[in-house]
């Protein structure tokens, strides 16, 4: 997303729209904070003024969020496990294999 954030900027602009899902506590507040400082950057606007404007994309159903946060307890359910890598999403294994 970084190496395209123009791209991106110009193809919300022309009506495009964005929907992002994963932990609501890591990735999708790093996307959303990349959007915002890239519009920012291309139109030499304040922060606020960067928020302003993808509230008004969220406001008019053309960014969304399907977001969640918390931790899967495996203590229930002993054949699975989570893994986590640095800045990654956790990944559920079962039996030592990845199942989501």
């Known amino acids: 997303m970084k190496e395209n ?13 964005l929907y992002v899902c994963d932990d ?25 003024e960067a928020r302003k404007w993808l509230d008004g994309l969220q406001t008019h159903g053309r960014y969304a969020k399907d977001v969640w946060a918390g931790v899967y307890s495996v203590e229930a359910q002993p054949e699975f496990a989570v893994t986590y890598a640095a800045g990654r999403s956790p990944v559920i294994l079962r039996k030592g294999r990845r199942f989501l």
């Open 5 to 17: 954030t123009a791209e991106l900027i110009t193809l919300l602009e022309q009506g495009g729209r």
């Open 24 to 48: 609501g506590s890591r990735m999708a507040t790093d996307v959303e904070e990349e959007i915002r400082q890239a519009y920012a950057n291309i139109h030499q606007v304040s922060p606020d």
